[in-house]
């Protein structure tokens, strides 16, 4: 069966500073791979995806997310964070059983401090 | 459009009542989804729903059932509610392009349910 784990309950950085949101995977076969984000008593956006092609994947709101195979990760990246940016964040792979349905990562709570 | 509706926004039962969760999608997607959401774990996978018709069991079925009613809507009901299933449910709803999934789940705002 598939995983996701996010190491990180929560990261703290300064606005202005870049932000990394770490996620590895465990998957049979290739990975599809998702982040989204969840605001305060909301549903879950999506950000962007993986599914083949360039490991740089870039998405909404100036988000990226590096994949890389070898080391089974696919970490959230933003070059310079903004207050805004604060919010709970989750990795997600698809199910490989041809449901579709994903599993998801436990979260990530960015805090960026003004 | 209104994207995925979901009702009630919050809900308060006593050990052993049933209720059900309505979800809708204007967005004409074959395929819907219901998960619950608890602190730490994440968002963890009851049911599903690929096409009008037909249901499959997720991480979580049990306490719960399903009717996808037709292909805007797919319901969720809690025949006898319990404490444990105390939590914040989602719906969500996804569709196929071009032969391949697109996989990009839109998500409802949500059901908070306490179960006392």
């Known amino acids: 069966a598939q995983s996701v784990a996010q190491p990180e309950d929560q990261v703290n950085v300064a606005e202005g500073n870049p932000l990394t949101v770490k996620c590895t995977y465990s998957?049979?076969?290739?990975?599809?791979l998702f982040w989204y984000v969840q605001y305060p008593n909301r549903g879950l956006q999506f950000l962007l995806k993986?599914?083949?092609?360039?490991?740089l994947v870039k998405g909404s709101y100036g988000f990226e997310a590096e994949f890389n195979k070898s080391q089974t990760s696919f970490h959230l990246k933003k070059p310079s964070a903004l207050v805004s940016d604060s919010a709970l964040y989750f990795c997600?792979?698809?199910?490989?059983?041809?449901?579709?349905?994903?599993?998801f990562g436990s979260g990530t709570r960015l805090q960026v401090q003004p | 459009n209104a994207g995925v509706t979901q009702t009630p926004k919050f809900q308060v039962l006593k050990t052993g009542q049933s209720m059900t969760l309505q979800c809708a999608q204007d967005?004409?997607?074959?395929?819907m989804y219901w998960y619950r959401q608890d602190p730490g774990m994440g968002l963890r996978l009851i049911y599903y729903?690929?096409?009008?018709?037909?249901?499959d069991k997720g991480e979580v079925p049990n306490g719960y059932n399903v009717s996808r009613l037709n292909k805007r809507e797919f319901s969720l009901r809690l025949e006898s509610a319990a404490p444990s299933q105390t939590s914040v449910y989602f719906c969500?709803?996804?569709?196929?392009?071009?032969?391949?999934?697109?996989?990009?789940?839109?998500f409802g705002p949500g059901t908070r349910l306490t179960v006392t």
């Open positions: 969500a709803s996804s569709e196929k392009s071009s032969g391949r999934a697109l996989d990009e789940q839109y």
């Open positions: 998957v049979s076969g290739n990975p599809y």
């Open positions: 993986y599914i083949t092609g360039d490991n």
């Open positions: 997600a792979v698809r199910d490989l059983a041809g449901r579709r349905a994903l599993t």
């Open positions: 967005m004409n997607h074959n395929s």
């Open positions: 729903s690929a096409s009008e018709g037909t249901t």
